[in-house]
């Protein structure tokens, strides 16, 4: 069983929906035992950050999620919510990966909405996919580059399109909307 955290973020039902399509069986849940348990976790997102911290503390699940030794995969804010600090109201953020969060600034459209190129990539979460592959974004604040980054994306300026560190991955694009290269994404996270 595949559980998606529920933390009152948005999108959950599309990442739900494109888990079923791959063949496997999610419950949407934010019960500790029922996280603990599950073969995979995902941590999807469309939000914001402080009031989802808030929500995950007080159900504990701050500490369940950074003590999971299955493989557990963030998506937009969950990528942002595994970082150490977020500027999106001076969040300080679960610490799997060390990178800050920031926001863009510049002249371009924030937030960036639409696809863009991925390029770097390092790890088996991109098993059979090439450097150039669009995925899509919506996101105003990103994470910085840094060791743990194995995607690189450019908008205004270079940052992490994805993130890994031991059992932890993340994207800050949505692969569930990311046609047949998220689907492949997807599904190498899930025969990880």
């Not at 995902?42 to 493989?71: F, H, W």
Request: glycine share 6%.
């Amino acid at each position: 069983m595949i559980a998606i955290v529920k933390y009152n973020a948005g999108n959950i039902r599309s990442v739900q929906n494109a888990i079923n399509r791959l063949g496997y069986a999610s419950v949407i849940t934010d019960d500790p035992e029922e996280i603990n348990a599950s073969e995979k976790v995902i941590l999807p997102g469309v939000g914001e950050a402080a009031s989802a911290m808030r929500y995950l503390k007080e159900r504990n699940l701050d500490t369940v999620i950074k003590n999971l030794q299955q493989p557990v995969l963030g998506i937009c804010l969950g990528l942002q919510l595994l970082c150490s600090e977020s500027e999106e109201g001076n969040t300080q953020c679960l610490g799997v990966f060390e990178n800050n969060v920031k926001r863009f600034e510049g002249s371009e459209l924030i937030p960036q909405m639409g696809w863009n190129e991925l390029s770097e990539l390092k790890s088996p979460l991109f098993r059979n996919i090439t450097a150039g592959a669009d995925v899509y974004f919506v996101h105003s604040y990103f994470a910085e580059l840094s060791q743990e980054t194995i995607a690189t994306c450019k908008y205004i300026q270079p940052f992490s399109a994805a993130l890994h560190k031991n059992n932890f991955f993340a994207t800050q694009f949505h692969p569930e909307k990311s046609a047949d290269v998220g689907e492949q994404i997807l599904r190498n996270f899930l025969k990880l």
